[in-house]
């Protein structure tokens, strides 16, 4: 039983497992950094954490090309089964047991307007318990002290961003991951454009200095066994 994560650059993920293949906040075409193209990956199911373009992405055309469910709250998800994808709506402290596994809707302070300037409901993360391994992504997010409640459930891989600016910035993802407690964390949404740069190493570093868990710096393409 493995689960592995593949990182495609800014907060883009495939997470596979014996059971499915998951793409998380598929943002491939416009992204420089994304190791893949749209047509490119094949997932059962699209996680999708809020509907700004660098998160919601291809999902649409990934979803209608493969047949995937796009998982995501109940506002994006009409959005898209409007325009011809399949979707299963949630929200946030919502969860559910799919054939993969359950996926809980998390807290994430932050906006979520399409890039139309229509309402794409609330942000979210995910909580995702996976074959026998524990996830966290926190899509795009301020630190908040809930995390610490997410930390109870024995988090194996957390997914944080780091950028500053939109999201939490390296001193607060350090402090996340001191609340979160995950043997591993990946970071996330930097340097995909100036105004996000940050020196993940140095961050890194913090993490291993400050924190129990193991940070693992992922360059697009790379993948992390859990
Ligand atoms: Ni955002
Ligand atoms: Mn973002």
Known sequence: MTVR?????????????DQANLLVDPFLSGNEAADVRPDEVNPDFILVSHAHGDHLGDALPIAKRTGAT???NYEICNYLADRGAKTHGMHIGGARQF?????????AHHGSSFPDGSYGGNPCGFLLWLEDKVLYFAGDTALFYDMTLYGEEGIDVAMLPIGDNYTMGPKDAVKAVEFLQPKTAILMHYDTFDLIAQDARQVADAIAAKTSA??????????FVA
Do not use: D, M, W
């Open 5 to 17: 994560i593949i990182y495609h650059g800014h907060s883009c993920f495939s997470i596979q497992t």
């Open 70 to 72: 796009v998982i995501s």
């Open 99 to 107: 054939p993969f596994g359950t996926v809980k809707l998390t807290i």
């Open 214 to 223: 193991r940070p693992a710096l992922l360059k697009p393409g790379e993948s």
